[in-house]
Nanobody, 118 residues
Framework: QVQLVESGGGLVQPGGSLRLNCTSS????????MGWYRQGPGKERELVATKSGTGNGAINYGDSVRGRFTISGDVSKNVVYLEMNNLKPEDTAVYYCRLDQSPTYGYWGRGTQVTVSS
């Protein structure tokens, strides 16, 4: 059984920064991609950022976070980070780590809460 473990969430004031971390309990070799998704109160889960495990490691960001958030890490080692800067109240959500073993199969972490409030 693969478990993705997230850490680094918490309470931060608007304009502040946080870094989220995600690792896998059991290494998946050659994963297709890893990334972060989030689900805010009363909202559907949405893409935050993904990093490909193939080719040149292409990165994709959701429109609402592009320019403020940065995904990094070594997908081949099943480790990703999310650096979040200039946080806004609308960034408040549970953030989930995702590992895609293939384009059609993957794993979710349990999530870590990020709250942006003064």
């Amino acid at each position: 059984q693969v478990q993705l473990v997230e850490s680094g969430g918490g309470l931060v004031q608007p304009g502040g920064s946080l870094r989220l971390n995600c690792t896998s309990s059991r290494r998946i070799f050659g994963p297709f991609a890893m990334g972060w998704y989030r689900q805010g109160p009363g909202k559907e889960r949405e893409l935050v950022a993904t990093k490909s495990g193939t080719g040149n490691g292409a990165i994709n960001y959701g429109d609402s976070v592009r320019g403020r958030f940065t995904i990094s890490g070594d997908v081949s080692k099943n480790v990703v980070y999310l650096e979040m800067n200039n946080l806004k109240p609308e960034d408040t959500a549970v953030y989930y780590c995702r590992l895609d073993q293939s384009p059609t199969y993957g794993y979710w972490g349990r999530g870590t809460q990020v709250t942006v409030s003064s």
